[in-house]
């Protein structure tokens, strides 16, 4: 019998929580369809004209150290690419 009214006990507290929120949300569609129709059909109090926005100009770190870096990689690449034909390739011949 224990177990049984432990069942009833969980089985009214699981319809204590789930059954209210479903009829909450059944009766509210036609509350907000009204308020909704009446906030769409009502004019801005104040209307304010929208601002243009200004250019901004692009920062330090976008200007210069974007181009260094890119000189720097080619240059190592370049270096890289010497380095190799000249101590690496030059080393070893095909007989």
């Known amino acids: 019998m224990k177990e049984s009214l432990a069942n009833v006990v969980r089985g009214l507290a699981v319809l204590l929580l789930f059954v209210p929120a479903p009829l909450a949300v059944v009766g509210a569609p036609a509350a907000s369809a009204t308020s909704a129709a009446q906030v ?27 181009p260094a870096v890119v ?14 034909v000249v101590r690496i390739r030059g080393r070893y011949r095909a007989v």
């Open 40 to 66: 769409v059909a009502a004019e801005p109090a104040v209307v304010v004209p929208e601002a243009a926005e200004a250019e901004e100009e692009d920062p330090w770190t976008i200007r210069f150290l974007a």
């Open 71 to 84: 000189v720097i990689c080619v240059l190592a690449l370049v270096g890289a690419l010497a380095y190799y």
